[in-house]
């Protein structure tokens, strides 16, 4: 049974990093190259969207890999799954506490309605989701060598 855990937190987590990967490095380049309007609008519907979904799946792999941590407590491993588990704790507070209240204001914006400043707080959404990318990224990474 502790195998599949390991397996199913892996397979979870794994294709988290590969979403919000692609959010980072495919997604907001090809809206950023887009018209100011169809850029804000595409952001709104994407932080619509992923805003929807996101919470669960972070939550998720939370939960899975504390439960792993738990499970596996006496395994070899263990520590690295803790570590895992610490990182994707890390993930949800920067969620919570720098990256929702933008994506928050931004989902509603239109183009009639959108602060001038909008595109000066993607960019902040953008850096701060880039190192919630690489925290994620670490927490896979020890996942991953944790199977091991």
Do not use: C
Request: a neutral charge.
């Amino acid at each position: 049974m502790l195998n599949a855990l390991e397996v199913v937190t892996t397979v979870v987590v794994g294709l988290m990093v590969g979403v919000e990967f692609s959010v980072a490095f495919v997604m907001n380049p090809i809206l950023k190259a887009l018209p100011d309007d169809a850029s804000q609008m595409g952001h709104s519907h994407g932080g619509r969207m992923l805003g929807a979904v996101m919470p669960f799946w972070y939550i998720g792999s939370l939960v899975l890999a504390a439960v792993w941590a738990v499970a596996g407590w006496h395994h070899d491993g263990a520590g690295l799954v803790i570590t895992a588990a610490a990182l994707l704790i890390l993930s949800v507070v920067m969620s919570i506490l720098l990256l929702v209240p933008i994506n928050n204001r931004g989902k509603t914006w239109t183009p009639e309605n959108r602060p001038a400043d909008w595109k000066e707080q993607l960019n902040r959404w953008e850096r701060w989701h880039y190192v919630r990318v690489a925290v994620i990224v670490a927490a896979f990474a020890l996942l991953v060598t944790a199977l091991v």
